[in-house]
């Protein structure tokens, strides 16, 4: 009778001792992301995403990813947001008031998931299709009541130590009210400032400020050409140079007026665009093992549907409900370390917590 209890407490010990080995073993190989690539397809709703899949007559690279979710977008004040909301959602992990960058709807300003990675030693970088100041990019870096503050946004650019940054919008730096010329603080503080894609291929410095256009890029359909495909690349080349790992945001700005101007063929071309540079960042991810890539949109626009040419089976026609954005929820895809996480129904914000966790940054020193 004895030693049959002896066994089975032995037998109970056994298996809790490996219980735990397995438990602590699993905590210990949780596996942090050192980089983390966001790119944001401004407007991009699962419409967008099929409208490209078809034109292109194969898979997206981002619909390779694995893990999947959707975010809801709503804004503190609106159920449609905008895009200064939407981006402040993604980048700082608040709901806010539209037209908002970079603070609460008490006007206070938040820490975007940018100063928590640069607080923590890691290079940052920011690429757009459109003016870097513009709200998407500004939700990042910037802190103010109106993402059309667009000179003031581009100061913001001075009081972070970002290292790179991409995009247009050379204008808001040089062509300003105060006659200030930022380019000159800007060369103070040690970037390399490049205004032409030329400069941009063949800069080499880790602190770039990359202007490329005096106002915005323009569309893929009107010539934008390599733009966004040349700035990722370079973009990782420079900030995969620290040693402590980076953020970098890429946005596919132009999604989104394609969809307020209810063109179905510039829309699929920016989509392509967009889903070109996610297969660059994906190729960087799966070759370096430690690089979480997540792709999403800050919000749907234009009611995008895809429906049926009347009289024409098996032919698709692109249909705006709005020339405004919409409510829908948009899609959420992950690869890399912690990509676990972004799976299921989320609220926009939880994006940025998400992205906290995965660079395994400390919670108790995010203030909010
Ligand atoms: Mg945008
Ligand atoms: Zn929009």
Redesign the pocket.
């Known amino acids: 009778m004895k030693t049959r209890y002896q066994l089975i407490i032995l037998l109970v010990l056994i298996a809790g001792f490996i219980g735990a080995c397995r438990t602590t073993s699993k905590i210990a190989k949780t596996p942090k992301a050192k980089n983390i690539i966001l790119l944001i397809g401004?407007?991009m709703g699962v419409a967008q995403m099929y409208a490209g899949h078809i034109a292109k007559n194969a898979e997206l690279n981002m619909e390779s990813c694995k893990h999947i979710g959707f975010s809801r977008t709503h804004s503190a004040s609106d159920l449609i947001t905008?895009?200064g909301a939407g981006g402040t959602a993604i980048a700082c992990g608040i709901k806010t008031t539209n037209k908002f960058i970079g603070m609460n709807p008490d006007s206070v300003a938040v820490k975007s998931i940018l100063h928590y990675a640069e607080e923590n030693n890691k290079s940052t970088g920011l690429v757009a299709t459109a003016a870097i100041t513009h709200a998407t990019p500004a939700s990042f870096i910037a802190h103010n009541i109106s993402r059309y503050n667009y000179e003031a946004l581009a100061e913001d650019f001075l009081k972070t130590d970002i290292e790179v940054f991409i995009g247009g919008g050379l204008d808001h730096f040089t062509k300003r009210k105060d006659q200030k010329s930022l380019l000159t603080d800007l060369k103070a503080k040690g970037y390399q400032i490049v205004t032409d894609q030329k400069g941009l291929k063949a800069s080499k410095k880790s602190k770039l400020a990359a202007l490329v256009y005096d106002k915005h890029p323009p569309y893929m359909a009107d010539g934008r050409g390599n733009f966004l495909p040349l700035a990722t690349n370079k973009a990782i080349e420079l900030l995969n140079k620290d040693k402590n790992g980076f953020f970098l945001m890429i946005e596919g700005s132009q999604i989104?007026?394609a969809?307020?101007d209810n063109d179905s063929e510039k829309l699929i071309k920016e989509v392509l665009d967009f889903d070109e540079a996610v297969g660059l960042a994906l190729d960087f991810a799966k070759k370096d093992g430690e690089t979480l890539v997540i792709i999403t949109a800050d919000?749907e626009?234009g009611g995008y549907v895809l429906s049926n040419e009347e009289e024409k089976r098996n032919s698709l026609k692109g249909i705006f409900a709005s020339e405004?954005?919409s409510a829908v929820a948009v899609p959420v895809m992950a690869f890399g370390p912690g990509a676990e996480k972004f799976t299921g129904f989320m609220e926009n914000t939880d994006l940025f917590h998400k992205m906290y966790e995965a660079f395994g940054f400390d919670k108790s020193k995010l203030s909010r």
């Open positions: 401004d407007g905008d895009s989104d007026w969809g307020h919000h626009t405004h954005h």
